[in-house]
Structures are given as C-alpha cells and as structure tokens.
C-alpha cells in the first residue's frame, strides 16, 4: 500500500488521483461505526443513541414522495380536513391547521435525515389536535420509549393555590417497572441525594429547565396532539389511571414517558416533603426497546425488521385474500380484537404511544372484589355508602362483542339489586372503540325513549369525494360485495329514518356541496345522513324496558380523556339526558371539556386500500398507492352531527365539564348536608382523603359532592 504522504504528494503535483491510490487511501480510512449496531440486543439505551441510529437514514426521495403520497390521498377521505383549518369556537384558537399547505411545504423541505421528516410530518398532523387522524411510522414512534422515573400531577393546596409535584407513588412505580434500570436513576442524583430517590416522590416541582413548571405542561400540550380542548393536552403532562384487561393500569403521562427520543435529561429545582431548603437535581431520560420492536443488530437489519410494510400495513382486494389485521392496532387506545367484525363498527383513538402496560401499585387498586357481570376492562363494584355502584369502564371494546353487551347489562342489575340507587362510570383515558357497545350503555341506563330507540347515538355523514362515489357505484354495478364487508356498500346502511338503502342507492349522491373556511367540500347528501346502526343487529342482548337508573342519579367521571366512542356515549348522556360529568385533577383557571376527538367512525389508511381495491379502482389516479413503509394513517370517516346544533359537527360544539375535582395529595372535600329524621335536622359535615391516582378515593369524593 502506498504511503500515505506519497499519495497526497500525487494529488498537490498533478490535481488527481489514480483510482488504485483512491481505494488504498480509502482503505485506510477506519469504518464508520453503525449507530443502530450500538443499540441492538439492549433493552435500555441512551436516547442520545438512539437518535444517532434514526439519524443515519438519509431520506430516500423515493419513500418520502410515497409517504406523502399515501398521506394526501387517504385524507380526501377525512371528514374535517377543511373544518381544521380554522375550527369553530370554542376551539378556534386550539385547531388550525391546513394539511395540505403543509405538506406542500414538507414536499420542497430539504432534511438531513429521514427522521427529522419524519418529525415534521409528525407534528403536522398531531396539530389538528384530532386523535383520530394522525400519521404513525413505526421505524420511529415507540420503538424505544424514554422514561424518567418520576411522574407528575397537579395537586391543589387547601387554599386553593395549585402547583405541580412528583406523584407520591413515584418510586413504587418507577421500583416495581423499572427494576432494572432505577440504579442508573439513583447514581445520577447529586451528592448527598445519591441513592435516595425515594425521598423524590411528593417533592414540589419549583423549576423544570429553569422555567416554570406550566411553562413545559404548555410547551407539551403544543405538540402532544390528540385532543382540541387545550385543558385535556395540559392533563396528559401528568399522570392518570385506567383501567386495563385484567387490572387497573398506571398512565405515567407525557412528562415521565416519550415515544420518540426528543429529551436526553431533566434540570429540576424541587423541595421535597418536609423539607424547607430547595434541591437541584439533574435526571436522565432512559429509553427502552418496545417489546413490538423485532430485534436488530445493524442498520440493515432495524431498517429491514421494523420499517418496512408488513402484512396490514397495506389493504387487500377481498376477492384474492383475507384481510390481515391492520398495523393500526398496535396504537388504538383501546383493546380492538385482532379482526373485529365489519358488522361491529369502530370508533378508535390513535396515540404514537401504544397503551400502558404499567401496572397501578397494590395499594392505589380497588380492594372490593369485583361484582358479577365484571369483564376484563368493565369492572363494578359497590361503595361502602350502600348506594353508589361504580363501573370503571377503560374501553368500549374488548375480546369479545357479545360478552361487552352482557356484562354490561349483567353487572349493572347486579348494582341494582345490591341496593345502588345512584351510578358513578369512570371512563377515565378510555380511548373509545365499539360504536354500538357505546349505543348499548346508554340504551340499559336510560331506557326506552326518544333519545335511545331506535337510536342513541348521532346521526352521521361520510365524505362524497370524486373516488369514493366511485367505491360505491362499482360494488352497486358489480355486485362485488356480497357479503356486506365493505364500509361503502349501501345496505350496511340505515338513512336518518331508519329505512335500509337498497343495494343500486348510491348513496353519496347528489352531493351535498359546501363551502368550509373558503374550500369547497361536499358530503352525503341531507337525506342520506346516516342514522340508526345498532338496533336490533348490533344489540346481542335483549334491553330491559325500563332504565336502570335515573339520569339525575348518573355522573360521568374522567381526566379529560374519553375519545371516539367514549365521546358519543358521554355527549349523549350529558346533553340528552342531563347527566353530570366530572373531570379530575384539570388547572383550575382552564376550562375543561370531559370529552374530545369526537368523530362518528375511525378508520386508516389500510382499511380504505381494502376499499379501494376490492371495487377494483387501485389504478384510478385519486387512489393512493401501496406504503412502501411500516406505517399508519388515520382518518375519521365518519362525523356525528351535534346534539345542541344538529347541522353542524359535533366535534366543534362545547363539552363543558359540570364540575372541576382538584386532586391534592390528602383531598379535602368538606360540605354540610342536612339530614332530616322525622323533625330533627342534623348538619354533618364529611370529610374524605385520598392520595393521586387512587380510583376508589376519587368515587368516594365524586359521590358526596354529586349526589349530595
């Protein structure tokens, strides 16, 4: 091999090198090192490494133009795009934004890697604040997932002064999911505090970053999308509860848990309980490798195990194949079987952070046992008052449709004859799911009445784009959809007087043309909404003919977070039936809505590519082409009209919740409620405490300040 001063010597004499002193010089540069080599066969990582690993893939202007591609072409079948740009008030401040501008402007953008578009994408879509219509690459979005060992909440003082703390249970958690990890968290803390990062939990948070804690909540609630009402984006900061399949799940929140490698540590300034002097401290974020992630030792090999399309992350023409499960299942918020049934229609929130799997500590669980007719996430238990039954509903789906519908009716007679007169559901982070299951709740609380028979949900319209009239006429002029799977075939459908389209109605036609912050737009027309979808065929069990409990008596209770088909069940109840509704633990000075992301029917990309090519129109230059990458988009094809003001969507009326419940880490509620036996008042005065994230705590307290 030649010196390598003789071959720069070459290069100064005559301005060139030989392609044989080229190679030599090259082979004497040492190989870079594979950042994503560095990362595989570990479970806990840098997020610094991380990053190095999504930033060594040079966007390819070929996967980025299909992306793109994949992405305007499904949203045509979005209901709200245009609504978005500049939403109606109330959420006029919170929802503006114009996708396609923005993916113009994505398109020109020049990227330094792949996952810095991926990034802007991202983000572009979570600004629509629409849990339902968001863009997820699982290359990226939670295959690893930062932690910190200390979750937040908002606790309010007994003055009425709120600040935010380091949850009380922090270190229980953090010790009980982390086991593996704490010590890199304990030997991070400076000097005298090394060691003790149990004397963490309950600490005042003075600073994060040298800012004011709401400073970082505010920031997050810019980004974290989801939600249109800015009190429920503040909420997700901190942590919450749900409840899961088989136990109550702890919701660490978007401080303590991110599901791409965007922070490497935290600068806190907190006083700890009992403790007068401030303390400094300096956490680092850890990320674990998602147990979804398929293992990798090189670049090559992340690229090939975990970016690419696999089965469901494209649709099928259903005459060839049977449909695999969507890619989307992995991020719905709620527990959607692998391949529910066409029949069983969805209403489904999507998060780039699949659910909790972290389980709420021992002593924060409901020691009650359960009550018959309790079915993985519904579960019902009797309070010790004697009166108040509780249903912790987590999600309005599960592994099995009919055995929902049973257990709900079951479980709910089973309070009855304990003696409950009043009801408390919890829907707390409950992500949606089973439109009809939702229908079905509403229908066995209430009754047979005007809002509930022969529907209690929303009257609904579908987008009447140039393509999907297309989906339509095929399987009307083909007959290529016999068994009733496809989302446009019109005898899956009822119109708003319960009358079934007859199989040659094209039922997007004529169309209803509109204009919507200066775009034209149409929908299925008027006389076409559809209406009534779960009675009699998507009830499995036969209602009682008279309601279980009195509206008055009913209280819904969540942090902000019910979605989808969480949305209908609680809008229904609160604006049709007058039902109360509670939200815990929302900043005092913000108003909060006890639902959002609203919608009418959730889909993706996949499901509509199924569409698509089952009516044999892939070809058709509006159809988006096959995604060459693991991802997933999501779309609300459906929008429910509102309650108040039935002509316009629902999604942009106000969901003002009835009362505001502080959480403070002892929570005071006092009251004097007058109690007469025969003649003689009696003044008592209640007084109740419960720690953050405690389930039964939170009933008790629900039920004295509601049903009092």
Same mark, same amino acid.
């Given at each position: ?40 066969? #570990? ?54 934004? +114009? %996708? ?19 990034? +802007?994408?991202?983000?572009?879509? /979570? ?13 990226? +979005?939670? *295959? ?13 003082? /007994?003055?009425?002064?709120? *600040?935010?703390? &380091? ?26 505090? /090394? ?55 702890? &919701?660490? $929140? ?15 300034? &907190? ?48 005459? +060839? ?51 018959? $007719? ?31 519908? =049973?257990?709900?009716? #079951? ?37 047979? #009445? ?6 209690? $949900? ?99 209770? =969540? ?8 949305? %209908?069940? @609680?809008?229904?109840?609160? #604006? ?69 003001? @039935? ?24 009251? %004097? ?23 039964? $705590? ?11």
């Amino acid at each position: 091999m030649a010196p390598l001063h003789h071959l720069l010597a070459l290069v100064s004499t005559f301005g060139f090198i030989s392609v044989q002193a080229a190679s030599d010089l090259q082979a004497s540069k040492p190989a870079k090192p594979d950042p994503c080599a560095a990362i595989g066969g #570990k479970k806990w990582v840098a997020p610094a490494d991380v990053r190095a690993c999504y930033s060594s893939f040079k966007v390819d202007p070929a996967i980025k133009s299909n992306i793109l591609e994949v992405v305007s072409k499904t949203l045509a079948f979005h209901t709200s795009v245009n609504y978005q740009i500049k939403a109606p008030e109330p959420f006029t401040q919170s929802v503006h934004e +114009d %996708l396609f501008r923005d993916i113009d402007r994505i398109s020109h953008t020049q990227y330094a890697s792949e996952y810095d578009f991926h990034i +802007d994408l991202s983000r572009t879509l /979570k600004r629509l604040n629409d849990g339902h219509c968001v863009w997820i690459n699982s290359c990226y +979005d939670s *295959s690893f997932i930062n932690y910190l060992p200390i979750p937040l909440t908002l606790l309010t003082e /007994k003055d009425g002064s709120q *600040s935010v703390h &380091i949850v009380p249970e922090a270190f229980q958690v953090a010790s009980a999911e982390f086991p593996d990890e704490i010590s890199v968290w304990q030997n991070a803390l400076p000097g005298s505090l /090394k060691g003790k990062l149990e004397s963490l939990s309950g600490a005042k948070v003075l600073l994060i970053n040298g800012r004011p804690p709401f400073d970082a909540v505010n920031a997050n609630a810019q980004i974290t999308g989801s939600y249109q009402a800015f009190g429920t984006r503040q909420n997700s900061f901190f942590s919450s509860y749900a409840r899961a399949a088989a136990s109550f799940n702890y &919701i660490i $929140g978007n401080f303590a848990q991110q599901s791409l490698p965007l922070a490497d540590s935290v600068n806190l300034v &907190i006083q700890r309980v009992n403790h007068t002097l401030p303390d400094i401290i300096t956490l680092p974020y850890r990320s674990r490798i998602n147990p979804a992630t398929v293992p990798f030792n090189s670049s090559a090999t992340y690229r090939a195990n975990n970016c690419v399309a696999i089965p469901g992350t494209n649709g099928v023409d259903l005459h +060839d194949s049977s449909l695999a499960p969507s890619t989307a299942a992995k991020f719905q918020q709620a527990p959607v079987p692998p391949t529910p049934q066409k029949k069983h229609l969805l209403n489904v929130f999507l998060d780039t952070a699949p659910l909790s799997d972290v389980v709420l500590p021992p002593a924060l669980q409901p020691t009650a046992p359960a009550l018959n $007719g309790s079915f993985g996430v519904g579960t019902f238990y009797m309070q010790k008052d004697g009166k108040t039954g509780v249903l912790a509903l987590g999600s309005f789906s599960g592994a099995d449709y009919n055995l929902m519908q =049973s257990g709900l009716l #079951k479980g709910l007679q089973t309070l009855k004859q304990l003696g409950a007169t009043q009801l408390i559901v919890d829907v707390t982070n409950n992500g949606g799911g089973y439109i009809c299951v939702a229908h079905w709740l509403h229908r066995i609380i209430i009754g047979p #009445k005007s809002t509930t028979v022969p529907e209690a $949900g929303l009257d609904t319209e579908a987008r009447s784009g140039p393509l999907a009239r297309q989906i339509v006429q095929q399987i009307i002029d083909k007959n290529l959809d016999p068994n009733q799977e496809l989302l446009y075939n019109p005898l899956n459908w009822n119109d708003a007087d319960n009358v079934q389209f007859p199989a040659n109605r094209n039922w997007l036609l004529p169309a209803r043309d509109v204009t919507i912050n200066g775009r034209a737009d149409s929908f299925s027309p008027q006389r076409n909404r559809l209406g009534q979808e779960c009675q009699p065929e998507g009830f499995t069990s036969t209602p009682p003919e008279v309601g279980l409990f009195e509206p008055s008596q009913v209280v819904i209770v =969540s942090n902000g977070r019910c979605a989808s088909s969480c949305s %209908l069940f @609680s809008i229904t109840m609160s #604006k049709e039936e007058g039902v109360k509704t509670v939200v815990v633990g929302g900043k005092k000075d913000v108003e909060q809505e006890y639902c959002g992301t609203v919608g009418g029917q959730s889909t993706d990309f996949s499901t509509i590519d199924t569409e698509i090519k089952t009516a044999q129109l892939k070809n058709n230059a509006l159809a988006p082409p096959d995604l060459l990458v693991h991802g997933v988009q999501g779309i609300t094809w459906r929008l429910g009209f509102g309650v108040t003001n @039935s002509n316009e969507p629902e999604e942009w009326q106000e969901h003002r919740a009835d009362i505001n419940l502080p959480l403070t880490a002892a929570l005071y509620v006092s009251g %004097l409620f007058s109690l007469f036996s025969f003649s003689f008042p009696h003044l008592v005065a209640f007084v109740f405490q419960i720690s953050v994230n405690n389930p039964v $705590g939170i009933w008790e307290v629900v039920a004295a300040k509601v049903f009092a």
